[in-house]
């Protein structure tokens, strides 16, 4: 998961984002300057933007309205010492998906982003997605290379579709194992990397290509040129 971090409290900046690659594996990006936001989240495609409320230059609130008016669908939580139902209402209506009140546990945060993490923010506009001679139909969850077709398993399927939709994006196996085999499943990791290595070599059939990558001691990520 990629993320996007606007916070200009220094000491809380550095926590949140140790805790978020160590304990969630995530790619995260740290801006202190509210100017700044807007121009990162519209070039770069975020799964969640974690954005304070009083930041230096553009409000967080500001930014997030700037952004649902622009037509940003990825998820938005709001960070701020303001308790007040009133606040509260005036931040979701800004277009946060959620709320948080400093102070806060950071295991707080984690769960709140793996809640939204669990709802598809940005959909894929096509259902057909054609790769290196690969057709993938993501309505009727068909695969077939060169008109013939490759069989996958639900869970095959499952990998193949959460790929897609991060396409590009490096996605950790704690991510990939809380997506397909939920957060309290008893799946090893190995077990991740041995579905994975499944999934390929059905994609890859006798190319030489690998369209799911490793990348080493994070994950995996896919890449259809």
């Known amino acids: 998961m990629n993320i996007l971090l606007a916070e200009d409290d220094t000491r809380l900046g550095e926590l949140i984002v140790h805790i978020l690659k160590k304990k969630g594996g995530y790619l995260v990006?740290?801006?202190?300057?509210?100017?700044?936001?807007?121009?990162?989240?519209?070039?770069?495609?975020?799964d969640v933007l974690i954005l304070d409320?009083?930041?230096?230059?553009e409000e967080g609130v500001s930014i997030a309205k700037r952004l649902r008016g622009a037509g940003?669908?990825?998820?938005?939580?709001?960070?701020?010492?303001?308790?007040?139902v009133e606040d509260r209402i005036i931040g979701l209506d800004a277009g946060a998906d959620d709320y948080l009140v400093k102070p806060f546990e950071v295991d707080e945060l984690l769960a709140r982003i793996r809640a939204l993490g669990r709802r598809n923010f940005a959909p894929i506009q096509e259902q057909i997605v054609t790769m290196?001679?690969?057709?993938?139909?993501?309505?009727?969850?068909?695969?077939?290379?060169?008109?013939?077709?490759v069989?996958?398993?639900?869970?095959?399927?499952?990998?193949?579709?959460?790929?897609?939709?991060?396409?590009?994006?490096?996605?950790?196996?704690?991510?990939?194992?809380?997506?397909?085999?939920?957060?309290?499943?008893?799946?090893?990791?190995k077990a991740i990397d041995a579905q994975i290595k499944l999934l390929r070599k059905k994609?890859?059939?006798?190319?030489?290509?690998?369209?799911?990558?490793?990348i080493r001691g994070v994950g995996y990520k896919l890449d259809r040129h």
């Open 151 to 189: 069989q996958l398993t639900p869970r095959e399927f499952q990998l193949l579709e959460l790929l897609i939709r991060n396409e590009g994006q490096v996605l950790s196996r704690e991510l990939i194992m809380e997506r397909i085999w939920g957060h309290d499943a008893d799946v090893s990791l």
């Open 132 to 149: 290196q001679g690969i057709k993938i139909d993501l309505l009727n969850r068909t695969v077939f290379r060169d008109d013939e077709e």
């Open 29 to 46: 990006e740290w801006l202190t300057e509210g100017d700044d936001v807007y121009h990162f989240a519209t070039q770069v495609q975020y």
């Open 203 to 214: 994609m890859n059939g006798s190319s030489k290509n690998d369209l799911i990558q490793s």
């Open 53 to 57: 409320w009083m930041l230096p230059g």
């Open 72 to 84: 940003y669908s990825g998820a938005i939580i709001m960070l701020t010492a303001k308790d007040a």
